[in-house]
């Protein structure tokens, strides 16, 4: 196992090398930075002085090892927009972004996994069958739709509404069941991470973006699980538990449900990277102040420190979930241990 | 049977056997496959089908069939704007489904931005194509390094999502543009480069991968070796001979990534980095309209919106049924 994680490491690493590649040469198409930073009124000789502090002059490779340097201390450059340290303004929008994320993953897993069980068991039904279909829609439907989509149900048409009356009993008002659209609500500081997981208010504001955001994973995870259920069902050690006459239940979840969870972990850990990622456009929705909407700010103003750090950030937390998962795969499958003992010595 | 098949010869002339099908042939055969078979026995493709095909039509001809030119700037009023469907109390027969805040006839401008949706996926699904199936034959065929080289990239942009990809692409492209002030090219013409090229590098590893995998399986089969033998150069093979029996599952990736490449251009311009709104897309129009999601005026993005999900269920519905149909493995 150790030369296993030892060897991803290594690719990971790998990996971490050509985006910053990546993200380096993206400097180089926009022209001179020094442009970027100063005024018009400057003169040559001062923008010779800053070219040779910015160590412009150096070679390309020498600029670019002090960029991974500087890079791996955490340090990314000034916006050419703002004239502030990137690091800075990527960590106070963090934690918006990741709230947001696991939230949504939270969301997606939650319901996608009983979904795909109970599909999956009833192949044949008909809510099973509306499921499917509806995950199709779902599939097909743009995400910044379904997010303006839900602005349109819950905040416009619930707040324009009338009060339902029920048969002189009680009353609906489907005003109370608007949900605030635009921003994070109210927030809490603890140290330096503002979370709006804390505040009624910053919970309501969450429903509708992490729904936007995670219905694309939740149909994935759905079927997923339903098509794994459906090989699993149909082989031997299922049919051996039926016969010692076990519960449904313990079959169903204890042996059936177990053996779906490698794929299910594997596709979630991708995701997790695609959730970050797909943030954007749920955070221009939502006007929610997370990285997504920096980024967004940034490629439109060509502001290429920032775009360059997201990037590598990105491509940081793409690589720490994936191995993290694979250690998981450790965890839950034992049979990776036997084998691994086993070939360790060609491993 | 045969003799329906076998072109006719004229009288007096010579009767030259003919080296290849004509199309009357290849008609013939495509109406006794498989394919057409599994076609005719599902309802939701024939709709699907169907519903591309309307919006194919209204692509091409949508000049002709718009009720009026939503971008003619002259011919705007701003008198019009806002003006609800016409089947609301405030409505106008002229404008079947309401204007926007310009005073455009949304249904024109939802034809013509279908159009503009289509051309941009079609374009950037091409680029795609030509990329991928040109590194996935190379990889495929040259093996060694360069494979190993092609693939580790693949692999590390796979990792990213094509959005993200698409936005870093844009991003540069329209810095490079900026900075370099001597490509003299006017705003809607930028827009549309930038989009094919940016949703078009973002996508082309799916080709890439599947070429590859084709063409390491055609690579050893006798043909090609024969083709070796007699000499023909590396390059025509791969053009001549491996090309076309690899392009099956290229056609599958293709009609699923006309689908993903209209939703990636919808989401780009929806984010303000896309086609402007002189000559708006459907995702221009959606991004339009949103601003008036809460004065009441719906139509203005609810219509796009629909205009556009029902664009890509249809695409996506043909290309599942395309894969299943050309999967001998799951008749």
Redesign the interface.
């Known amino acids: 196992m150790v030369a296993f994680i030892i060897r991803r490491f290594i690719q990971s690493l ?2 971490m090398f ?2 910053a590649l990546v993200s380096f040469a ?1 400097f180089q ?3 001179d930075p020094v ?1 970027q930073m100063v005024g018009i009124e400057t003169s040559l000789a001062e923008r010779a002085a800053l070219r040779e502090r910015l160590g412009l002059n150096d070679p390309i490779y020498v600029q670019f090892w002090h960029y991974i340097v500087n890079a791996v201390s955490g340090d990314f450059g000034l916006s050419y927009q703002h004239k502030r340290p990137v690091a800075d303004m990527l960590l106070e929008r963090l934690p918006a972004t990741l709230e947001l994320s696991l939230v949504s993953a939270l969301f997606s897993l939650i319901v996608g996994i009983p979904m795909g069980v109970y599909t999956g068991l009833n192949r044949d039904g008909f809510l099973a069958k509306l499921f499917l279909t509806i995950s ?2 779902g ?7 379904i997010g ?2 839900l ?2 149900v819950f ?2 048409m619930m707040a ?1 509404a009338p009060p339902i009356p029920v048969f002189d009993l009680f009353t609906i008002y489907p005003s109370a069941l608007q949900l605030p659209s635009f921003g994070r609500g109210t927030t809490v500081d603890i140290g330096s991470w503002r979370t709006g997981l804390l505040t009624t208010d910053g919970l309501k504001a969450l429903i509708m973006p992490s729904i936007t955001l995670g219905l694309f994973q939740l149909t994935l995870i759905m079927r997923l699980v339903r098509s794994e259920m459906l090989e699993v069902l149909r082989t031997d050690y299922i049919k051996f538990a039926r016969a010692r006459g076990l519960a449904n239940r313990a079959i169903n979840f204890g042996h059936a449900l177990k053996n779906t969870l490698v794929p299910v972990i594997t596709i979630t850990g ?1 995701q997790v ?2 959730i970050i ?2 943030a ?2 749920t955070e ?2 939502f006007q929610w102040p997370g990285m997504g909407q920096m ?2 700010l ?3 103003n ?1 502001d ?1 420190p920032i ?1 360059a750090a997201y ?1 590598m950030l ?2 940081f937390f ?1 690589v720490v979930i994936n191995l993290i998962v694979d250690m998981l795969y450790y965890v839950v499958d034992p049979r990776l241990r036997v084998d691994a003992g086993k070939v360790s010595g060609h491993g | 049977m045969a003799d329906a098949r076998m072109p006719t010869p004229a009288p007096g002339s010579v009767a030259v056997p003919t080296a290849r099908p004509g199309l009357a042939d290849g008609v013939h055969r495509f109406f006794d496959s498989d394919v057409w078979f599994s076609f005719k026995r599902s309802p939701i493709t024939i709709g699907a089908a169907a519903v591309t095909l309307l919006y194919f039509v209204m692509a091409v001809f949508g000049p002709w069939i718009a009720p009026h030119d939503p971008f003619d700037l002259a011919k705007l009023d701003l008198l019009d704007s806002l003006i609800p469907p016409a089947w609301m109390a405030d409505g106008e027969a002229r404008f079947p489904l309401g204007t926007d805040d310009q005073g455009r006839d949304l249904l024109s401008a939802i034809i013509y931005g279908s159009r503009v949706s289509l051309v941009i996926g079609f374009a950037s699904v091409l680029l795609s194509m030509v990329i991928g199936i040109g590194l996935g034959l190379i990889s495929g065929f040259v093996g060694g390094a360069i494979d190993a080289f092609i693939m ?2 693949a692999e ?1 942009q796979l ?3 094509a ?2 990809v698409a ?2 692409i ?3 492209i ?3 543009f ?3 002030p001597e490509w003299q090219v006017d705003q809607v013409t930028l827009a549309y480069v930038v989009l094919v090229l940016s949703i078009g590098l973002s996508n082309w590893v799916q080709y890439a991968r599947t070429v590859r995998g084709s063409t390491l399986v055609e690579r050893n089969k006798e043909y090609v070796q024969a083709a070796h033998v007699i000499g023909i150069h590396p390059a025509m093979i791969m053009w001549r001979h491996i090309l076309p029996n690899v392009m099956g599952p290229v056609l599958v990736i293709a009609t699923i990534q006309l ?1 993903l490449a209209v ?1 990636t251009e ?2 780009l311009s ?4 896309g086609v402007p709104p002189t000559e708006p897309s459907l995702g221009t129009l ?1 991004r339009v309209g ?1 601003d008036y ?2 004065s ?1 005026e ?1 139509w203005v ?2 219509f796009p ?1 629909a205009a ?2 029902i664009l ?2 249809a695409v ?2 043909l290309g599942d049924w395309l894969r299943d149909a050309l999967n001998p493995k799951l008749r």
């Open positions: 790998f990996v050509v985006v993206m198409f926009i022209g442009n199709l829609i599939i097909s439907l743009p995400t910044f739709l303006i989509l602005i349109f905040s416009v324009n991708l990277g695609s990622a797909f954007i456009i221009t929705v980024f967004l940034a490629v439109q060509v290429i775009m990037l990105i491509a793409f | 580790r990239m590390i990792s990213f999502p959005i993200l936005l870093l844009n991003g540069v329209i810095g490079y900026k900075t370099h689908a939703i919808a989401t929806f984010l303000g980095v959606i949103n999601l809460f009441g719906w993005t609810i919106g556009l999900a890509v269920l996506n519905l």
